[in-house]
């Protein structure tokens, strides 16, 4: 064959190269970048659904609260559960101190105390941007939300448990949850009956109305039965754990970072056999005499593999609604499940979720 038959055939076999090219090009082009198909990334930060992930990439990938997009500029009221005080006190300063155009303001109810339930209600009042749950949302809040045009979705970000605490002095070390619903049902009034000294049993608990821990404890524990007759009431943890060392056949349970490391309560072990008790607290045991030089410390193994009965999820509640609040909402969550975030939140003593 001739030169001048050859040129023709290499013209059209480049012209095929460059359209096989060209198409390659475009496909590869639409799937990791083009219009129409963003770049996997952070995207618009939202997180889908109840399960905590952002829509185009894993929260996991931001290291720290000033590398968290979308934070909304704005103060912006939230309110909610007392098991989140540490986390309000150690965490949401240093949210602030990242972005300082993200106000928060805790506010307290208007009427009673402080809790889950109350904060889910001041948001459905619009009284709140988001709020603070140490439980889920309940059928009838959700309901209402509806009735009200918009939706409720829980963000769960951490891990945490429910402690049993006694008067520092009492020769018990550990019972089994049958053993604590008999006690908080009215059922066992004295300590010997759960192998302990002769001694009147004096349960304590805050108001079933007042937040997600009794509510938890009731469910979990009492298997929906109401507290007994012999219950005493408190209105907060604070008191209780005083109570609870002035009083030497006492008992109390709250949220693990409230109590297990203070001076005037002793944690014990709970399981649902005798030969199963689970410690919360690291071993071995702090006695009084040593504290406050050292404390008690949460044992997050026996929550993280699930052998401690008692233990539950934290959620940011969000209002639906399109509203900048929202936004407050959404950004509160994406800040504490990133690096910095879950890492505070161990050293505040609850679990963390990722």
């Known amino acids: 064959m001739t030169q001048k038959n050859e040129l023709p055939l290499l013209i059209a076999a480049l012209a095929v190269t460059t359209g096989i090219v060209g198409v390659g090009g475009w496909w590869l082009f639409n799937q990791f970048g083009g219009s129409g198909n963003p770049v996997p ?158 001694l009147a049993i004096t349960p304590y608990s805050r108001s079933a109305a007042d937040g997600g821990t009794v509510e938890f404890f009731v469910s979990s524990v009492l298997e929906g039965t109401a507290l007994g007759t012999n219950v005493q009431y408190v209105p907060t943890t604070t008191e209780a754990l005083r109570a609870v060392d002035n009083t030497p056949g006492s008992i109390y349970y709250a949220s693990a970072p409230e109590v297990v490391d203070q ?39 026996v929550i993280l593999d699930g052998s401690y009965p008692f233990t539950r999820r934290l959620f940011v509640i969000v209002k639906e609604d399109g509203q900048p609040d929202q936004a407050a909402g959404q950004a509160y969550a994406n800040l504490i499940l990133t690096q910095q975030g879950q890492q505070l939140l161990e050293q505040s003593g609850f679990v963390r979720i990722r």
């Open 41 to 198: 990334g952070l995207g618009s930060g939202q997180l889908s659904g109840n399960d905590s992930t952002l829509t185009t990439t894993s929260i996991d990938s931001i290291a720290t609260f000033a590398d968290v997009p979308d934070v909304p500029s704005g103060r912006f009221s939230y309110g909610g559960s007392t098991t989140w005080a540490p986390i309000r006190g150690d965490i949401d300063p240093l949210m602030t101190q990242a972005h300082p155009d993200f106000g928060l303001r805790y506010i307290n109810p208007p009427i009673g105390a402080p809790g889950s339930a109350p904060g889910i209600q001041m948001l459905l009042d619009n009284q709140l941007s988001f709020t603070q749950s140490s439980r889920s949302l309940e059928a009838d809040e959700i309901a209402a939300a509806q009735q009200k045009g918009f939706s409720l979705r829980e963000i769960p970000v951490a891990l945490e448990a429910v402690a049993i605490v006694v008067n520092p002095d009492l020769a018990v070390e550990g019972i089994t949850t049958d053993q604590l619903k008999g006690i908080y049902a009215g059922q066992l009034t004295n300590w010997n009956q759960v192998g302990g000294p002769n």
């Open 263 to 301: 001076c005037s309560a002793k944690p014990i072990a709970i399981g649902v056999q005798p030969d199963q008790l689970v410690p919360l607290h690291q071993l071995p045991l702090v006695p009084q005499s040593q504290c406050p030089n050292s404390r008690n410390q949460i044992n997050p193994e």
